[in-house]
């Protein structure tokens, strides 16, 4: 896996070092509003681990799966909800964490489903924004970094299901893509 970095983007410190400063600015504004936490599977799943352990708040955690219809490399906009929550979201304070927000199509349709199900309060955590293919609007309430125009995986992020495990994040090699 280690053979098929091109360049190293975000080394495993700095994910660390930014998850422990967004832990500590949700902490602060969370204290007595018991938020439920969303994970966006599968890619948000390191981040979402990380995260909680950096909140030092009561608060519960529930998970979703949604699929977009498009390529591997570019999402469509058009979701399907693959998991849904368990949860009754009505008149709870939300954080939906993701990994990465790059047309922003897939975030907005689930802002959109979060508020018609009547959440008090909506706030996005998104750990890389890739701003310049943005499609839909998004406020980012707590962004970890932004990052150039480039396909990257690793710390969740898959290029046909591999490299989740790898600590770090990642641009890799082209030949990758021909070996798929
Ligand atoms: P959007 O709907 O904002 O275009 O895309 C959101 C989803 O597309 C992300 O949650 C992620 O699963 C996938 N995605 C977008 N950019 C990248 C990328 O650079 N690398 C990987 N591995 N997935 C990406
Ligand atoms: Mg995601
Ligand atoms: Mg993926």
Redesign the pocket.
């Known amino acids: 896996m280690h053979n098929d970095v091109l360049e190293v983007l975000l080394t495993e410190e700095q994910i660390q070092q930014k998850t422990a400063e967004l832990g500590r600015l949700i902490s602060e504004d969370y204290k007595d509003k018991n938020p439920l936490i969303i994970c966006?599977l599968k890619?948000a799943v390191m981040f979402m681990g990380d995260l909680l352990k950096k909140i030092e708040v009561p608060l519960e955690i529930d998970f979703m799966a949604v699929s977009?219809y498009g390529t591997s490399t570019e999402?469509s906009?058009v979701v399907r909800i693959v998991k849904d929550l368990d949860t009754e979201v009505a008149g709870r304070h939300v954080i939906i964490v993701?990994?990465?927000?790059?047309?922003?199509?897939?975030?907005s349709y689930l802002c959109d489903m979060l508020h018609r199900r009547n959440c008090a309060s909506l706030k996005i955590v998104a750990l890389l924004d890739?701003p310049h293919r943005r499609k839909a609007e998004i406020n980012i309430d707590y962004k970890g970094f932004e990052i150039p125009d480039a396909?990257?995986?690793g710390y969740g992020?898959?290029?046909a299901e591999k490299y989740r495990n790898v600590p770090y994040i990642f641009i890799p090699k082209p030949e990758v893509y021909s070996k798929a």
């Open positions: 966006v890619g977009s999402s906009g993701e990994d990465i927000i790059d047309s922003g199509l897939t975030l890739k396909f990257i995986v992020l898959d290029y």
